[in-house]
């Protein structure tokens, strides 16, 4: 199929930047959204122009690592799939596509379709983790014993990968569904309930630091989450932070 | 350590969500004291002067009220700025309806009409109703005949078409508004339950529907009793 791309180029994070329109041609429907990308910049190579930057590591939908918005959503079209998994078979011959990177202000873009997700990162230490005393005497985990229903909810929100995909299309580019993943995969967990209060008070107010808007419950970031997280981690980090708040130290 | 509780964006919904919830069962208190004066005129007269003339109603709850309607309001707006400056460069293409409703995407377009028409509703009733019990001193809540006066003064102002019109409106702002305000305070709160929500969704969809139109069915009985 032969398309035409419209893609945001940015030369650094200063930069204003502008949509640049380019051609492709013999795409086959067979290949992922990011490997129509390679061809592309193949072609741009070969002429001398710079190549798009995007991000991308796994290629199997596992790593977060890829973002773009496609067409005026997160990961494209699809539903369920990060933009690696993302086939043009979704596209049609002819078709305009217009590929941008993930808006936030907590986002910011470092070249063309890269943005810097490190906010994630820093709202991940300031809470999402478990302290284990690694000296020698760990116990073992199967020792614990843990309800299945909470163990399957865990791992439901452990799923989250972290790609952004939340933020870009939350109108208020809110984090509150990775906060709220990240919160209840420990809070579900006999582990995590040790650390549940200053988890998730010191979560939250890391997401508010990075300046990330507030969640309106809109459901989108439901919608476009490549790894289905429920909007009932949101409720439940809601319930952790007002239990949270009322408990004295 | 943590910031003070309520200034963080959690904490500031889970206070949005108590304001509105307070917000929801005042407005189900006045639709059933307001569609007596359909059923029951004498009755509407007599609960009027009851919520106007007692002074726990007056002088604790009231103030409690038109706190909640100005923080609902107030905070809603500074959430809608927070919100709008995480996003300073906006998308060239944007497709949002294919992931979220209409109404929980535009709560502070609805919210904004519904405020607008509560400055007419107070102009309306409330201003009048403090003037003549504040500063003209009249408690009685009788008329110059020595008749409850609160089911005449209603009747009065739902004479006027336009106001009538305005009302319909308004109403169908507060539905939209509901529409999405209803089960979302219940999220905000942390309660999300696989058994309950589903349920607690469709009585907020009923209640959004069903109050509002009882709303706008008192003030269209007034105006067309008064112009049949």
């Known amino acids: 199929m032969n398309l035409t791309l419209k893609i945001w180029r940015q030369k650094d994070s200063k930069d204003k930047g502008q949509m640049v329109t380019y051609n492709v041609t013999d795409i086959s429907e067979h290949m992922s959204f990011l490997e129509m990308l390679d061809v592309l910049n193949e ?54 596509i217009f590929i941008e990177p993930f808006r936030a202000k907590a986002f910011p873009v470092i070249k063309d379709l890269v943005v810097d997700r490190t906010a994630f990162d ?99 970031c439901e919608v476009e989450c490549p790894k289905g997280i429920s909007l009932t981690n949101i409720a439940r980090m809601n319930r952790e932070y007002l239990s949270a708040s009322v408990k004295e130290d | 350590m943590s910031k003070r509780k309520g200034t963080t964006s959690v904490g500031r919904k889970i206070l949005m969500a108590l304001s509105g919830l307070f917000l929801i069962v005042f407005l189900l208190q006045h639709c059933a004291i307001n569609f007596l004066s359909v059923i029951a005129p004498d009755m509407f007269n007599e609960v009027s002067h009851f919520m106007g003339t007692n002074p726990l109603i007056q002088y604790a709850l009231q103030p409690v009220l038109a706190f909640g309607v100005f923080f609902h309001l107030i905070m809603g707006m500074y959430l809608e700025r927070q919100n709008r400056n995480a996003r300073p460069i906006k998308y060239a293409v944007n497709k949002p ?116 139109a009882l709303f706008i069915f008192i003030a269209l009985f007034h105006f067309f009793n008064q112009h049949a």
């Open chain 2, 97 to 212: 309806a294919t992931n979220s409703n209409w109404m929980s995407r535009n709560m502070i377009i609805t919210g904004i009409m519904v405020m607008l028409f509560m400055a007419l509703h107070f102009a309306d009733f409330w201003i009048p109703e403090l003037k003549t019990k504040f500063i003209d001193g009249d408690m009685t809540g009788m008329n110059a005949a020595g008749e409850f006066r609160y089911m005449e003064e209603m009747a009065h102002e739902f004479s006027n078409g336009i106001r009538v019109a305005i009302y319909v409106v308004a109403f169908v702002f507060l539905s939209l508004h509901l529409l999405h305000g209803f089960q979302s305070a219940f999220q905000s709160v942390g309660f999300n339950h696989n058994k309950f929500t589903p349920t607690l969704k469709k009585l907020g969809t009923i209640y959004a529907i069903v109050i509002p």
């Open chain 1, 122 to 220: 820093r709202i991940q230490q300031a809470g999402g983790y478990i302290s284990v005393n690694t000296s020698g005497n760990t116990q073992d985990a199967n020792a614990i014993p843990i309800r299945k229903a909470n163990a399957d909810l865990a791992m439901d929100a452990a799923e989250c990968i972290g790609c952004g995909a939340c933020v870009a299309t939350c109108k208020n580019s809110s984090a509150m569904l990775f906060v709220g993943a990240k919160v209840s995969q420990y809070a579900l967990l006999p582990q995590g309930r040790v650390e549940a209060k200053d988890r998730v008070l010191n979560m939250v107010n890391q997401m508010d630091k990075e300046g990330f808007g507030n969640c309106t419950n809109t459901g989108a």
């Open chain 1, 43 to 96: 072609q741009l190579v070969n002429t001398g122009e710079e190549p798009v930057a995007f991000d991308h590591d796994c290629r199997e939908g596992i790593c977060g690592m890829c973002s773009l918005y496609i067409n005026g959503e997160a990961h494209g079209p699809d539903r369920g799939v990060t933009t690696c998994q993302l086939h043009m078979r979704m596209f049609n011959d002819g078709d305009t």
